[in-house]
């Protein structure tokens, strides 16, 4: 037995320890940020829905962006909740608070700037600030219940442009011709969708526009809506979406929590491509570059996960796309155990969905992990002034080596061809004629 | 040769497979020192322990048993400090020296330990979404487990908890009206897959007649069924097993048949204890 222990544990052992050492390296490679240059924000994807949830124990403030594309009148939505909900559950979200917590947390360009090979080096420094804004007042409510076609009306109110309906209902059948008579216009096929929520016993939260409330507001496009329920449930509906959509589609999801890293619990959660050093024209247009190196990792995974794209403690970041946001946007954003003294974390999911590839609807589970992660690229700008010294040589060989790498990781990470990508990098040499011409042997290699 | 192979043997070499490819083609983030805590700090409880509750057997061997726990701390469980894992791999490897019944530990080392952490210390959580669905996946588990199972003659525990705990799932996704490909989803899932052929299967802690383990698993399929879909508990399995593990000392009660041991298991002897059965 201990020669078998010998055969066959020991040689695992080794492996599993030659394989820590090995990932131990590569965990240390990432120590410098960089220089904030530009970011991919969710703007970018066509469609794209955004959400932030702000979630506790059994806690949950879910604000939603309101992306339709229509005609304000034929606005209706509805949304599976776990919980009925009252008229002071529900509040009008800010705009702003969800492109600031795009922006803080979107895929990034990030550069350096070589020094002079020739000059001793020198530190830079980075500078950060805050800004603040107000929270929305609640508007009064309204309560008017009925029921018919197995429909029961929980509550009825208004909340400034929104008439906001909270239904239950017994048959699916029932909920599609009820919300159809009564003007909701959704999607043939609603209610076979419909049914296992019902039979969930879940509540349907359907909010449609008062025009003249929303003239009134002077209002041009629609504000998101904010809703806080209690319920162990964390999840995230996202099967009746499906429906009026016409292809793949995408959900960026801001998740708050005090613990640490959310991730899905029934797909796999993955990074995005992070870290990679890639050639300065990405500069030019860093979104078409994102957008397509997501779909590359999107169909290299098979369409059925969810994308990790910025995990971090929302007090601090490196490099900061913008300020972090102050404690007012985050009360904005629906956190609302500040006072305790808790810390806010931030994790941004992108979740491509179809239907035949996202069967169920979008679990959570709240985690302590620590881990800051955040989709960064990188792009170095040679040093292009004179330099008379004869480590230049040298610098310009590694520059020309750095340069080729860049190229072959953009070839990676967007499928696009090395050959036409070459075309457009500046080489180093061309822009600095070296001077010094009899510096230079002719056979270097015949040196002793 | 080979046949003589104790199954631990192949158990590990599994075990040791599934945690390089999901760190090689799962993009699994572990850090290595908590993995060398994980498989240091099993061996080295494992050597103490017995050394104080059975110091006349060599201890060699049994460092078999604690490899297995530690491969199984390392592929399941997820935490920020080393500190988390090495008191996950004390409270495994203790569990089967403490919490012993007729000469026989009832609760499953990985599992208790992973439960332990993960609810008292608040720095451990389980990913059950880590492996995803693919078939490949599922294969890969499939014919690995197969074969340990068929070595220890446990594989009716896991036909037995996944057959009831799908029929389960389908009798609820036919009530709820949700097409084929949720449930399909549920049941590709490679972390259940993993827990039915490897955790669930352990036979020094399971009942040890096939008619009491059948009961068992059931019983853990409809814990784990419930905590899932009404108490919304992600990581299910574990605290199903959890709580069901005391019942093996009553089903062992009810239904007798002889204790498992690593040591007496051979090729012979996995044909009597069918015939037992």
């Known amino acids: 037995m201990k020669n078998l222990f010998n055969l066959i544990c020991k040689p695992l052992i080794s492996i599993l320890l030659a394989l820590v050492l090995i990932l131990s390296n590569v965990a240390e490679a990432n120590a410098f940020c960089g220089f904030y240059v530009g970011g991919a924000d969710a703007k970018l994807f066509n469609e794209a829905s955004q959400v932030i949830i702000a979630h506790k124990d059994n806690k949950t403030i879910l604000t939603m962006a309101n992306d339709f594309q229509g005609a304000v009148k034929d606005f209706a939505l509805v949304v599976p909740i776990p919980v009925a909900i009252k008229r002071e559950q529900v509040n009008i979200g800010s705009t702003e608070i ?36 107000a929270i929305p007042p609640p508007a009064p409510a309204l309560s008017k219940p009925r029921s018919s076609l197995g429909v029961t009306i929980e509550d009825q109110f208004k909340v400034k442009e929104f008439e906001i309906l909270i239904l239950s209902a017994k048959e699916s059948d029932g909920l599609e011709t009820w919300l159809r008579t009564n003007g909701y216009q959704i999607p043939k096929g609603a209610s076979e969708v419909l049914k296992p929520y019902i039979r969930q016993k879940m509540k349907f939260f359907v909010a449609k526009i008062d025009l003249k409330e929303f003239k009134k507001a002077g209002q041009t496009t629609l504000r998101p809506l904010q809703i806080a329920y209690q319920s162990p449930k964390f999840m995230l509906p996202i099967r009746l979406g499906m429906l009026n959509a016409k292809g793949d589609q995408d959900l960026v999801a801001y998740i708050l929590s005090p613990k640490g890293q959310v991730e899905v619990a029934n797909y796999r959660t993955v990074k995005v491509p992070t870290g990679q050093e890639i050639p300065e024209f990405v500069k030019e247009d860093f979104g078409k570059f994102y957008k397509t190196t997501f779909q590359r990792s999107y169909e290299k995974e098979n369409k059925k996960v969810a994308f990790l794209e910025y995990a971090w403690d929302v007090s601090n970041c490196d490099p900061c796309s913008t300020t972090p946001p102050d404690s007012d946007e985050l009360k904005k954003a629906g956190v609302f155990w500040q006072e305790g003294g808790d810390r806010t974390f931030i994790t941004r999911l992108h979740v491509r969905y179809s239907r035949n590839k996202f069967a169920e609807d979008l679990v959570f589970q709240e985690t302590s992990n620590q881990d800051n992660f955040q989709g960064r ?66 056979w270097p290699w015949a040196k002793p | 040769m080979i046949k003589s192979l104790d199954p631990r043997v192949y158990q590990i070499g599994f075990l040791g497979l599934f945690l390089l490819v999901g760190i090689g083609a799962r993009d699994w983030s572990l850090q290595p020192m908590v993995v060398a805590t994980a498989i240091i700090g099993c061996a080295v409880n494992q050597l103490i322990a017995k050394s104080i509750f059975q110091p006349k057997e060599n201890p060699l061997p049994s460092l078999q048993s604690s490899l297995i726990t530690s491969l199984g701390l390392a592929l399941l469980l997820r935490t920020n400090h080393p500190t988390t894992m090495l008191l996950a791999a004390t409270v495994a490897i203790w569990s089967k020296f403490l919490f012993r019944w007729d000469d026989k530990h009832f609760f499953n080392p990985a599992n208790i330990g992973i439960v332990a952490v993960v609810t008292l210390t608040g720095d451990a959580w389980v990913s059950p979404g880590q492996w995803g669905e693919d078939w490949l996946y599922f294969l890969m588990f499939l014919a690995a487990g197969s074969l340990v199972l068929k070595k220890v003659g446990r594989w009716d525990t896991s036909v037995a908890f996944l057959a009831s705990y799908a029929a389960m799932e389908a009798a609820r996704s036919i009530y709820l009206g949700w097409t084929w490909d949720v449930w399909a989803h549920k049941m590709m899932s490679g972390s259940l897959l993993m827990f039915a052929l490897f955790m669930v299967t352990d036979p020094r802690s399971i009942p040890n007649a096939r008619s009491a383990r059948l009961v068992w698993s059931v019983v853990i399929a409809g814990a784990t069924f419930i905590l899932r879909n009404y108490y919304y508990v992600p990581s299910a399995v574990f605290y199903a097993l959890f709580i069901m593990s005391p019942l093996t000392l009553i089903l062992d009660a009810i239904w007798s048949a002889p204790k498992f041991s690593w040591e007496k298991l051979r090729p012979f002897t996995f044909n009597k204890t069918k015939l037992e059965a």
């Open chain 1, 98 to 133: 969800i492109k600031k917590l795009d922006t803080f947390s979107q895929p990034r360009l990030v550069e350096y700037n070589d020094p002079n090979p020739c000059e001793p080096p020198r530190h830079v420094f980075e500078s950060s600030g805050r800004f603040s804004g």
């Open chain 1, 377 to 442: 690229y990188v792009m170095n700008h040679p040093f292009r002034g004179t330099m008379t010294c004869s480590a230049a040589n040298q610098y310009r060989q590694q520059v020309s080596k750095r340069q080729e790498k860049e190229v072959q990781n953009l070839s990676q990470l967007t499928g696009w061809s090395a050959a036409d990508l070459r075309k457009r990098v500046k080489p180093l040499i061309a822009a600095n004629p070296i001077k010094k011409v009899n510096d230079q042997p002719f």
